[in-house]
């Protein structure tokens, strides 16, 4: 199974990107996604998480700005980020918690990472 993130990118304050994060390989079933953050000098942090359901849940700081969503079918989930301001500037990564098949427990697996970067 892999996570392949990707939409990253320099962006001026104020500003919108989208994240993708596609998961491929054997795959049963996909519980929660989720996207973290790490700033230069600082620990990761979760941003925003979504259950199979569609639940949601963000950070504060993020609230009212960012989206997260998902796309079942191909196993894919968004981060969609509007009012980008320089204190987003960090490495995003993706995370979903995945069953290759109906024996065995979800394990989470990660994305490589795509630097978001909100600077003028």
């Known amino acids: 199974v892999q996570l392949q993130a990707s939409g990253g990118g320099l962006v001026q304050p104020g500003g919108s990107l989208r994240l993708s994060c596609a998961a491929s390989g054997i795959i049963f079933s996909i519980n929660a996604m989720g996207w973290y953050r790490q700033a230069p000098g600082k620990q990761r942090e979760l941003v925003a998480a979504i259950t199979s359901g569609g639940s949601t849940n963000y950070v504060d700081s993020v609230k009212g700005r960012f989206t997260i969503s998902r796309d079942n079918a191909e196993n894919t989930v968004y981060l969609q980020m509007n009012s980008l301001k320089p204190e987003d500037t960090a490495v995003y990564y993706c995370?979903?918690?995945?069953?290759?098949?109906?024996?065995?427990?979800?394990?989470?697996?990660w994305g490589q990472g795509t630097l978001v970067t909100v600077s003028s």
């Open positions: 995370n979903a918690n995945i069953r290759t098949n109906l024996s065995t427990r979800p394990y989470l697996y």
